[in-house]
């Protein structure tokens, strides 16, 4: 995994785990597809950290974009791993 980590790449992440989880209940999933209830709360806790780095992230680019001397905000938005260049083409940067 990147050390710059998209919020749409997290997303999947955090899907995983709930599926890891609900796996725990079905007797024919394997071992690889199951995740511990301890390891979801360590994942959450971890999403939660990136969460709040992301929305730094997001407030640096609000302010920053509203200076005429620094790049474009989708071009802020990609560098810091807060979306990809096809999101910034369809939000519209």
Known sequence: MANNVSLEALTRHLFEAIEGVKNLS???ASANEKISIEQAKVIVGLS???????KTQIEAVRVFS??????????MLTA????DQEEVKQIGF
């Open 48 to 54: 939660e950290q990136i969460i709040d780095i992301k």
């Open 66 to 75: 509203q200076r005429d001397d620094v790049a474009p905000a989708g071009t």
């Open 80 to 83: 810091f791993g807060i979306t």
């Open 26 to 28: 079905d007797p024919v």
